[in-house]
């Protein structure tokens, strides 16, 4: 991947009739990134793919693709290879025949149609493929056909629309690291839409977080992850506890019968805020150092494979808290629903969001 801008978006906007689905949108991409749109349906994701396209033109905006404005410009003098949800594969034609598809409208002699095919279906794991329709792949082998046909141009630019949301989980997983890996070992400049947070982290170089519309975070994984700029993203990827708090005068945060030690000293007296911890965050130990303690009740207990989440009811407040440990940790303390923990809730993994709900 280089530091090579390749793809540029400026003030892109959309509307249909009244409703706008994208507000100035402003984004650059560079040249053999792998990018995540993600975000919940109907957050614009989708409808920003579509304009990279020129499925859809924008309303006002313009986008541009290796130097060149691409804002108007036809579907087929575009440089980009798709790849939809639903694998689109012509069913009376065979495999060769579909990824060779795009290479006859672009008069490539047969013979070399023929090697082309035959290297990319060795690139997707389907080698010996190329008489068979898609009725006879499964699931899987259509979708890695439908990525063959994407790439058999050598376009400049990947463009996968929930590529993997029709497969079950274990394929899914499996054709993640599968497209991961291939996209690094062919450099191509990819972006991929998807609403599911665990592709995106998994996936991605960049997560571009969407909402009504508008960018909300655009960072590594890890960023978005651990430093959370809204609300929204905090709660949108991995999970997250919310608690409604008030800065006293000498800014404790003062949250029902808490007061927790806050990690910023900007906030002003009387603010409203919201503090939010990840649930792997909550510590069982008390550390009187480190302050933020409190007593918990835990109400249930949840086996998630090689961690157990529990709820932990807190002195004064209707909704439990998550608090996720290892199975080790689980042990140790010999947790068990209905018993009373000390938990400490560490200032530096809180995150403060200015204004209540």
Partial sequence: ?????YLTLENVQQFFGSYQALKDISLSIA??????????SGCGKTSLLRIIAGLDLPTGGMVSQAGKDITYL?????????VFQSYA??????????????????????????????ELLATVGLSGSEEKFPMQLSGGQQQRVALARALATSPGLLLLDEPLSALDARVRAHLRQEIKQLQEKLGVTTIMVTHDQEEALTMADKIVVMNHGVIEQVGSPQEIYA???????????????????????????????LHLRSPKNTLAYEQAVRVAIRPEDIRFTADTNIGNI???????LEFLGSRVRSLL????????????????EMARLELSQGQKVVCQLPQDRLHIFAGAV
Avoid: W
């Fill in 1 to 5: 991947m280089s530091n090579k801008t």
């Fill in 31 to 40: 040249e053999g990134e792998f990018v995540c749109f993600l975000g919940p």
């Fill in 74 to 82: 036809p579907v087929k003098h575009r440089d980009f290879g798709i």
């Fill in 89 to 118: 594969l012509f069913p009376n034609l065979t495999v060769a025949d579909n990824i060779a598809y795009g290479l006859v409208s672009q008069r490539i002699p047969a013979n070399q149609r023929r090697a082309r095919v035959k």
């Fill in 227 to 257: 430093n959370p700029k809204s609300p929204f993203v905090a709660e949108f990827v991995g999970e997250m506890n919310f608690l409604e708090a008030q800065v006293t005068q000498s800014g404790l945060l003062n949250s029902g019968s």
């Fill in 294 to 300: 409190v007593n918990a009740r835990v109400v249930h």
């Fill in 313 to 328: 009811q807190l002195d004064d407040r209707e909704t439990p808290i998550m608090a996720d440990i290892s199975m080790n």
